[in-house]
């Protein structure tokens, strides 16, 4: 499974700005890659790891602005289409539990 995160958070002042650094870390320090810019994804085993991840950003979301989380399955969000540009991914396309690189 997939869990997307998508966010839109001020930043006009300064206190705004360092809720976004932190929230930010918070998604790279739990796993999660930048697909776009405040879109964020993360692989997950199943719908059980889903939910603990959604609620650890639950926990660690910012005060002010918007946060949503969107829950795919590996086929749906192997549907995306790219219109334009190149998908750059961290992430080992293989659905091995073991990969000996």
Partial sequence: MRIMVF???PTITAGN???????????I?????????SVYCKLT???TVSEAVA?????NRPPEGLVQVLTLTEKQF??????????KSEVLQSDK???IL
Avoid at 17 to 27: D, G
Avoid at 29 to 37: A, V
Avoid at 78 to 87: A, D, F, L, N, P
């Fill in 97 to 99: 539990r073991l990969v």
């Fill in 17 to 27: 700005r360092r809720e976004y650094v932190k929230f930010r870390k918070y998604l």
């Fill in 7 to 9: 966010f839109d958070l």
């Fill in 45 to 47: 085993l199943n719908s």
């Fill in 55 to 59: 609620q650890g950003i639950r926990r």
């Fill in 29 to 37: 320090k739990s796993g999660f890659i930048m697909l776009q810019e």
């Fill in 78 to 87: 192997s549907k995306m289409e790219m219109i334009t540009g190149e998908y």
